[in-house]
């Protein structure tokens, strides 16, 4: 079960960046799937979950959007999203293709966290970005500061 080295990956990620930023709170992790990643998303989530118990990320929720299949079709010289992946061809009008343009998609894209002060007030909610794709052997850790 590869998920479980994922969420792990996501982990221990969220956990260094909290530490840098000085034991934040992380409130959530975002996350873009698409159907052909290989990563089941109820395992990811299950994963996530029982991984997180322990750990600096114990209570936070892993958000995930599901991105859909969409395919280049050269008959047409347009991008269509396939309303299923059981069938390559396109929606208008039938040309098989294997041009996947999206749905491929395992991708951190944001971290929630939570800064508090000396007296625990909560003093900022802030929404980290990313761009890059997270693999079990190459957990993103890069992150650009957004304001929320």
């Known amino acids: 079960m590869h998920e479980l080295s994922i969420a792990l990956s996501m982990i221990e990620m969220a956990t260094e960046e909290a530490r840098r930023r000085g034991g934040v709170r992380v409130i959530s992790l975002h996350l873009k799937l698409g159907p052909l990643s290989g990563v089941v998303k109820d395992a990811l989530l299950f994963s996530y979950e029982v991984a997180c118990n322990g750990t600096l990320l114990e209570g936070s929720?892993?958000?995930?959007?599901?991105?859909?299949?969409?395919?280049?079709?050269?008959?047409c010289r347009a991008e269509r999203q396939l309303g299923s992946i059981q069938r390559f061809c396109c929606p208008v009008c039938?040309?098989?293709?294997?041009?996947?343009?999206?749905?491929?998609?395992?991708?951190?894209?944001?971290?929630?966290?939570?800064?508090?002060?000396e007296t625990d007030e909560i003093v900022n909610t802030h929404r980290t970005e990313g761009i890059k794709a997270i693999t079990a052997t190459d957990p993103f850790r890069q992150f650009e500061e957004v304001a929320r």
């Not at 749905?103 to 800064?115: W, Y």
């Open 61 to 75: 929720r892993l958000v995930i959007e599901d991105v859909p299949v969409v395919i280049y079709c050269e008959e």
């Open 94 to 117: 039938g040309t098989l293709t294997s041009d996947v343009v999206r749905g491929r998609e395992l991708e951190f894209v944001a971290m929630e966290i939570e800064e508090r002060d």
